[in-house]
Nanobody, 123 residues
Framework: QVQLVESGGGLVQPGGSLRLSCAAS????????MGWYRQGPLNQRELVAS???????NYADSVKGRFTISRDNAKNTIYLRIDSPKPEDTAVYFC?????????????????WGQGTQVTVST
């Protein structure tokens, strides 16, 4: 099993900043792409940003220039720095990891999700 634990959420004012962390632990061969998703009260879960093990990043258009995803492979941890947040960024933010694990002698790819952390942008 793999556990993803997010932290760093909370209340932030518009124009402020916040940093989310997601640490992976458990039994696996490697962690490939990791990413942040979010889900607002009336919205479907959507991709915010992702990063490969090699450091290639991808961002949703709505957060480009304001959010920065980074990764520490030695710690199996990713981060999401949120700058100049807007009220529409308010959501539960989830971490996802694509993990290589051996099951019955075969290496397969599995997806794991964290439990989510609330980010609220408000004055």
């Amino acid at each position: 099993q793999v556990q993803l634990v997010e932290s760093g959420g909370g209340l932030v004012q518009p124009g402020g900043s916040l940093r989310l962390s997601c640490a992976a632990s458990g039994s696996f061969l490697s962690i490939n792409t990791m990413g942040w998703y979010r889900q607002g009260p009336l919205n479907q879960r959507e991709l915010v940003a992702s990063i490969t093990s090699g450091g290639a990043t991808n961002y949703a258009d709505s957060v480009k220039g304001r959010f920065t995803i980074s990764r520490d492979n030695a710690k199996n941890t990713i981060y999401l720095r949120i700058d100049s947040p807007k009220p529409e960024d308010t959501a539960v933010y989830f971490c996802k990891a694509e993990v290589a694990q051996v099951q019955a002698g075969t290496t397969k790819q599995y997806q794991y999700w964290g439990q989510g952390t609330q980010v609220t942008v408000s004055t």
